[in-house]
């Protein structure tokens, strides 16, 4: 079984390591295809992603921030992903 982080932010993987989290590989963009069942997928995929990593048996765990307007698209550090309520949320999710 594998942990993949998706994300192109070293503040994400710093993060993610601090609560816990090993991660086997980072990667910018998944490919869904690399996914096996009882694999870990954390990110912010897109639905249509999220669906097929759990289509594929994997765990998909959204990495959730509450960010103001003013704060998106700017590359933020460990301690801005904390004041922005930064969260580890299981999903699952699957086309109906």
Do not use: F
């Not at 594998?2 to 710093?14: D, F, G, K, M």
């Not at 816990?20 to 910018?28: K, Q």
């Not at 897109?46 to 590359?75: I, K, S, W």
């Not at 801005?80 to 699952?92: F, N, Q, S, T, V």
């Amino acid at each position: 079984m594998t942990t993949i982080l998706v994300s192109r932010h070293p503040a994400a993987a710093e993060w993610i390591r601090r609560k816990g989290y090993a991660v086997d590989s980072m990667v910018a963009h998944l490919d869904p295809a690399v996914v096996r069942s009882g694999d870990t997928v954390i990110g912010t995929l897109p639905v249509n992603l999220a669906a097929e990593v759990c289509a594929r048996g994997a765990v998909y765990l959204h990495l959730t921030l509450d960010l103001p307007p003013t704060a998106r698209g700017l590359e933020l550090s460990t301690q801005d992903m904390e004041r922005y309520g930064a969260r580890i949320e299981r999903h699952i999710i699957h086309k109906a």
